[in-house]
């Protein structure tokens, strides 16, 4: 059993900075890309960042220049510095991971989603 578990959002003003966290859990034997997708009510979701275990980054155009995506592949974690945040970053944000929990096998895994507001 695989879990993730994030932390970190809440209520911001515009301008302003919040850092995301997840971490993975339970019967992992490697993970491959870690990433972080948002969702606003009567939307898709998308992709705000992802992060392979050798570092390389993807952001989406939105989000270039004011979000850091970091992993720490020995804790299993992922996280998100947000900066100059604007109202319409508001979103849940979740936490991805491709993990594989034997050699052979991998599953898509997602946290239970944080709240991130910014508004004045």
């Known amino acids: 059993q695989v879990q993730l578990v994030e932390s970190g959002g809440g209520l911001v003003q515009p301008g302003g900075s919040l850092r995301l966290s997840c971490a993975a859990s339970?019967?992992?034997?490697?993970?491959?890309?870690m990433g972080w997708y948002r969702q606003v009510p009567g939307k898709q979701r998308e992709l705000v960042a992802t992060?392979?275990?050798?570092?390389?980054?993807n952001y989406a155009d939105s989000v270039k220049g004011r979000f850091i995506i970091s992993r720490t592949n020995a804790k299993n974690t992922v996280n998100l510095q947000m900066d100059s945040l604007k109202p319409e970053d508001t979103a849940v944000y979740y936490c991805?991971?491709?993990?594989?929990?034997?050699?052979?096998?991998?599953?898509?895994?997602w946290g239970q989603g944080t709240q991130v507001t910014v508004s004045s």
């Open positions: 991805n991971a491709k993990i594989y929990a034997t050699l052979t096998r991998r599953g898509d895994y």
């Open positions: 339970g019967s992992i034997f490697s993970i491959t890309a």
């Open positions: 992060i392979t275990s050798g570092g390389s980054t």
